[in-house]
């Protein structure tokens, strides 16, 4: 199969007929690409896990292009949603819903919630709008780092997919939150540039004490994921993240600090892969970042951030991307 880049835009048309015809079609987001097909058809969204080589007890987020859309995907839409829409969406923010018959058990993996989300992108509004509501994960290889460019898609889905429909590159950055509204206390079951104060802020109450690693309610969140194809590891502590780099240069390695523009200057010569200095920017960065490292060297050291608000969000991506080893 040959996959094509177009600009969104230009492509939309031939998207909506793609997925009008149960066919597979990459989506810009906000947050980060997501492959997409008819959520409302299983034939379509088995293709998702084919191409992707997804675990197929992982659900799908489903986007949707207006908030009233929400009604046809879950069963019961409760007030707690609607002040969040009218806060977040569109937006990074993903809300965990009791799932409408409408859709069908392929997007949900047998569970009976279902994922739902409104893009900030008007052309995949546009999409969906004219065809069906998107069932849409991140759209790399299964457990690769998300892509946040059409490029790496490309990298990841060519010969797999036919129309990759480019938005530039992704504003946010990492997926977004994920926020179960089935459990007594909403749970924030993914961390992501809705953090769980401003969510806290509109509905009073959110749990993300179970810090979502380990929670066994976003089964995504199991899987080792995140991660680049060369070995790498996180450090608080500058002086050990050298020292770690200088072992590896005499051991004949060619290492990388991904860090915060504040630590060149103290890293000298050595190879400098920067995150920006404030949270967005990080947000924003890692995943190309990571991208750039497992091409260019054999191993990565990653500088590793607070845990707290959006910082807390890309260090959750992190500690993922280096299977939680820390200098
Ligand atoms: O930003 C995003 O959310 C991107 C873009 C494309 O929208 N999508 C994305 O999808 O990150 P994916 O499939 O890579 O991650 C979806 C996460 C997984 O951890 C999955 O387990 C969880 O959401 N999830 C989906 N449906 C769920 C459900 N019904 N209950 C709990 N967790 C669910
Ligand atoms: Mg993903």
Redesign the pocket.
């Given at each position: 199969m040959e996959t094509r880049i177009v600009g969104a835009e230009e492509g939309l048309d031939e998207a909506v007929s793609l997925i009008k015809s149960g066919e597979l079609v990459v989506?810009p987001?906000?947050?980060?690409?997501?492959?997409?097909a008819d959520a409302l058809n299983p034939a379509a969204v088995k293709k998702i896990f084919e191409a992707k080589g997804?675990p197929q007890d992982?659900?799908?987020?489903v986007?949707i292009s207006r908030v009233e859309q929400v009604k046809t995907i879950a069963r019961e839409v409760p007030d707690e949603f609607y002040a969040l829409a009218e806060r977040f969406m569109p937006g990074?923010l993903?809300v965990?819903l009791e799932?409408s018959d409408a859709v069908p058990y392929e997007?949900?993996?047998g569970?009976h919630?279902?994922?739902v989300?409104m893009?900030n992108n008007a052309i995949v509004r546009r999409l969906i709008a004219a065809s069906s509501p998107i069932a849409?994960?991140?759209?790399?290889r299964s457990k690769h780092v998300?892509p946040t460019t059409a490029a790496h898609v490309y990298d990841d889905l060519k010969g797999r997919v036919s129309l990759i429909l480019d938005g530039g590159e992704c504003v946010?950055g990492?997926?977004?939150t994920?926020l179960?509204l089935?459990t007594d206390i909403p749970t924030v079951?993914?961390p992501?540039a809705v953090t769980a104060d401003m969510i806290a802020e509109v509905l009073g109450a959110v749990s993300s004490a179970g810090k979502i690693i380990g929670v066994a309610?976003?089964?995504?969140?199991k899987y080792e994921?995140y991660a680049p194809t060369v070995p790498a590891v996180a450090a608080y502590d500058e002086d050990k993240a050298f020292a770690r780099y200088d072992e590896e240069v005499r051991a004949g390695g060619r290492p990388v600090l991904i860090m915060r523009e504040r630590h060149r200057a103290a890293a000298g010569e050595r190879a400098f892969i920067s995150l920006g200095d404030t949270p967005e920017e990080c947000m924003r960065r890692i995943y190309a970042a990571l991208r750039k490292a497992e091409r260019e060297y054999t191993f990565v050291i990653v500088e590793a951030l607070s845990g707290k608000g959006a910082e807390g969000s890309v260090m959750n991506r992190i500690m993922k991307s280096v299977g939680g080893k820390l200098l």
């Open positions: 989506i987001t906000e947050t980060v690409y997501g492959l997409g997804r992982n659900p799908l987020i986007h990074p993903t965990v799932k997007v949900t993996a569970g919630t279902v994922a989300r893009p849409a994960p991140s759209a790399n998300s946010v990492i997926e977004s994920v179960d089935t079951l993914r992501g309610k976003s089964p995504g969140m994921h």
